[in-house]
């Protein structure tokens, strides 16, 4: 099944700046991002992997974390397709 790359807002605020959320990529299995909606709408969360990037000096991001999360729709303010691209370390040795 194809992954839906996700930027997801929550309702928590950051404990550095109160003024900002917490917000984080997220990646799930759905066909797309309406059926992403639809999983929202059926049980109320969303399992996925948490992907926590670091950019390189060439400007790439690289995952270079994932880990198991779901996320409850009460706790979540936005879900948007991500606005950035991203690779995995393993593509970045494999390139090199």
């Given at each position: ?14 404990r ?5 959320y ?9 066909e797309s ?10 049980d ?17 991001r ?17 879900i948007?397709?991500?606005?950035f ?5 393993q ?6």
């Amino acid at each position: 099944m194809p992954i839906q790359r996700l930027s997801v807002t929550t309702v928590v605020p950051s404990r550095r700046d109160p003024y900002k959320y917490i917000s984080f990529t997220l990646e799930t299995e759905a066909e797309s991002f309406d059926d992403v909606f639809e999983k929202l709408a059926e049980d109320g969360c969303l399992k996925g992997h948490r992907i926590q990037t670091n950019e390189i000096a060439d400007g790439t991001r690289v995952a270079v974390e994932r880990t198991p999360h779901i996320v409850g729709l009460n706790g979540i303010a936005v879900i948007c397709p991500v606005h950035f691209d991203y690779v995995y370390s393993q593509e970045i040795s494999a390139d090199a």
